[in-house]
């Protein structure tokens, strides 16, 4: 299990990377700072995906999509991935073995 959680990390924070690296070179083709969010990216690779999951996830209830999930995807890509990435990390992490001696 815990390879599988740094596996997981380790492919959050590939993406981030990739997402950071793509939000740079917009920034400097702008000359200020551009983050492209999860939304964006999401309508770009799969938009009939993002179509289903929005309306199924309105069919539970309509909040759910506007108040929660509406709002994370609004966040810049990069960010969400590393954060991510690091939760895995840390819980993928390897343990320190103690030694408890008894007498």
């Known amino acids: 299990m815990l390879l599988f959680f740094r596996f997981l990390a380790a492919l959050f924070l590939l993406i981030a990377v990739i997402a950071g690296v793509y939000d740079g ?45 509406g709002q994370l995807l609004q966040l810049p890509a990069s960010l969400v991935f590393f ?14 073995r103690i030694n408890v001696f008894a007498n």
């Open 25 to 69: 070179t917009r920034s400097m083709a702008a000359d200020r700072l551009v983050t492209a969010s999860l939304l964006e990216h999401w309508t770009a690779i799969a938009p009939t995906l993002l179509n289903t999951t929005q309306a199924a996830v309105k069919r539970m209830h309509p909040m759910l999509w506007d108040a929660g999930l």
């Open 83 to 96: 954060v991510l990435g690091v939760l895995f990390a840390y819980a993928g992490r390897r343990r320190r």
